[in-house]
């Protein structure tokens, strides 16, 4: 039994540090993405471009929306999203007009990053990963706006990466080679635990 539980125990190790492997490749991976066009977003002002892109692997785009405050501690995004509501809309088509990716946005659908302690407040979306047409151009255009009463709003970007990775698969695999090799542990560590218990007791001398 305990040599089964040694077993156990190495091949979830091996297990767990597969996972780690996988992850380490995708945070690898993360940084090779790149960069290629930032446009400055204003409210009330329609911005386009046309960008030239690696073919070699996805692209993504990134929206950075500042509202002019300052939120220390926990922010209270319910209220900013009330004091601070938009539209953005966003198309993304290719060198002859056709449509990739297209959306209308409104504040919920952003993402809330804050730093307590210097008050930074940031609405942030990223669009989903898309293949780049073969010709390696894009013309990215967006349009923000400010809805009702809004509050102002600071500088703002959005921002077209290439060289992006589908970490999807490698996910996937890194997580369950990390908890399947988490329960081989388990499971030998069980076995050891019982053959420790099981462990016959010397026997005693008996009395003449």
């Not at 996805?58 to 500042?66: G, N, R, T």
Request: hydrophobic share 40%; aromatic share 10%; with cysteine.
């Amino acid at each position: 039994m305990k040599a089964a539980a040694v077993i156990l125990v190495l091949l979830g190790l091996a297990s767990i540090a597969g996972g780690v492997v996988f992850f380490v490749k995708i945070a690898q991976r993360a940084a090779e993405a790149r960069v290629v066009k930032t446009l400055a977003l204003t409210p009330g002002a329609a911005v386009s471009a046309e960008v030239a892109v690696s073919v070699e692997r996805k692209c993504q785009v990134s929206f950075a929306i500042h509202p002019d405050l300052k939120a220390f501690g926990d922010a209270d995004w319910a209220g900013i999203r009330k004091d601070y509501p938009l539209s953005l809309s966003y198309r993304v088509t290719d060198q002859t007009g056709g449509e990739i990716m297209a959306q209308n946005l409104k504040e919920w659908q952003f993402g809330g990053i804050q730093n307590g302690l210097t008050g930074f407040v940031e609405y942030s979306y990223n669009t989903s990963k898309f293949d780049p047409p073969a010709s390696g151009r894009l013309k990215v255009s967006v349009e923000f706006r400010k809805e009702g009463k809004s509050g102002r709003f600071l500088e703002s970007e959005a921002k077209v990466y290439d060289t992006v990775s589908d970490h999807t698969k490698s996910s996937v695999y890194g997580t369950a080679f990390g908890l399947g090799g988490g329960v081989l542990v388990l499971l030998g560590g069980g076995l050891f635990s019982l053959s420790l218990l099981n462990k016959p007791k010397p026997s005693q001398p008996g009395i003449a």
